[in-house]
Nanobody, 115 residues
């Protein structure tokens, strides 16, 4: 069973930065793609960024150039560096692991961007 635990959320002012972390249990982390999703108030969950088992990354247009996804396979951890945050980035952010089409989710961490 895969367990994902996010951390690093909080309240930040517009223009600020935060780094999210997601620690995965088990020994299959390094061979599976990882992603971050988010769900804003009254909105559907949306994909934010993804990273392959290697180093290939992709981003939603809304965060491209501001967010960076990375992974440390030795630590079973994926990160999301978020810069130039905007109020519309306010959401619960979820970590996701795709194991041959089976999706595992963390519980999420709240990010609030407000002055």
């Amino acid at each position: 069973q895969v367990q994902l635990v996010e951390s690093g959320g909080g309240l930040v002012q517009p223009g600020g930065s935060l780094r999210l972390s997601c620690a995965a249990s088990g020994n299959i982390f390094s061979i599976n793609p990882m992603a971050w999703y988010r769900q804003g108030p009254g909105k559907q969950r949306e994909w934010v960024a993804g990273i392959t088992s290697g180093t290939s990354t992709n981003y939603a247009d809304s965060v491209k150039g501001r967010f960076t996804i990375s992974r440390d396979n030795a630590k079973n951890t994926v990160y999301l560096q978020m810069n130039s945050l905007k109020p519309e980035d306010t959401a619960v952010y979820y970590c996701n692991m795709n194991v041959r089409g089976v999706h595992y989710w963390g519980r999420g961490t709240q990010i609030t961007v407000s002055s």
